[in-house]
């Protein structure tokens, strides 16, 4: 007598193996990422260490003080914490790619191929954006708002920053900067997935402006100079990301009837 074929049922431990697999693959990914975060943060934490690091993210800050002036550390501990956060943080975003990587190998396996030439596309480029908005902010953003605060900061006053209160400045800058910059990659998705079309975001320009320079005003300090700046970028990403929109969705169409049908009778 032949033995029946094994029915597997929902509750059957062979049913949750495909689930305890993807555990085991997250753990790995998760595991991969940290892993490179780490590897970044031991080689900035030997050159420049984390004191040359805040050194240098300071810099802009330093360069703007009157003569003499120097940061301060109220904390007991924060001459050393903060450095270290800093660290860290250059070192996540130094490992950006590497954990968006982990990211891409994670969810691959379950897109479609049409669907693949969408993500990697937008994994690398959001990637990009963001180094560029963190720049942007750094390189451009900081001398200027520097500038513009010591020239209204009364003579009587000596200037000396706390280093806890300039590293979170620093963050919500750098987010700030850095998400604004995901414009075009935010309209891109929404124009692919069929949310709205380029016609409709060309006729929500003046509602974007009015919203770009409300949002400044909200996530960046009251002054004119990162408010400004920022709104601005926002709006010629806008006009940037209406552009790449086009491009994109004739890139990752997904295959037409036709396409399919000739796959799955060659396969």
């Known amino acids: 007598m032949s033995d029946s ?4 049922t929902p509750d059957s431990p062979e049913a949750e193996q495909p689930f305890i697999s993807h555990l085991i693959e997250l753990r790995n990914r998760l595991i991969r990422a940290i892993a490179a975060i780490g590897v970044v943060f031991i080689v900035l934490s030997i050159y420049p260490g984390p004191s040359g690091l805040f050194d240098l993210l300071s810099h802009p800050l330093i360069a703007h003080l009157p003569k003499g ?12 914490v903060v ?11 130094i490992a950006l790619p ?14 479609y191929t049409h669907e693949k030439r ?14 560029m908005g963190v720049a942007f902010c ?31 400045f620093m963050l919500t800058m750098f987010m700030a900067f850095g998400t604004a910059f995901e414009v075009p990659v935010v309209l891109m998705v929404l124009v692919r997935f069929g949310l709205v079309t380029v016609e409709q975001l060309k006729s929500w320009r003046s509602y974007f402006i009015v919203a770009a320079f409300i ?7 009251p002054d004119v100079v990162s408010q400004t700046s920022l709104a601005v970028s926002m709006i010629l990403l806008f006009e940037v990301g209406i552009l790449a929109a086009k491009y994109l969705v004739k890139y990752s169409a997904p295959p037409s009837e036709d396409e399919q049908d000739a796959q799955s009778s060659t396969s």
């Open 5 to 8: 074929k094994k029915t597997v």
């Open 69 to 80: 002036s120097t940061m301060i550390a109220i904390g007991v501990i924060s001459p050393f």
């Open 83 to 93: 450095p270290i956060k800093v660290t860290l943080l250059v070192a996540f975003m």
């Open 98 to 111: 590497a954990v968006l990587y982990q990211v891409w190998a994670f969810v691959a396996p379950g897109l």
């Open 118 to 131: 969408l993500v990697m596309p937008l994994i690398v480029s959001s990637t990009v954006l963001f180094y």
């Open 138 to 168: 750094y390189f451009f953003v900081f001398g200027r708002l520097f500038t513009f605060i010591q020239s209204f900061a009364p003579k009587v006053i000596t200037a000396a920053p706390d280093i806890e209160a300039y590293l979170s």
């Open 215 to 221: 949002i400044a005003a909200i996530v960046t300090p």
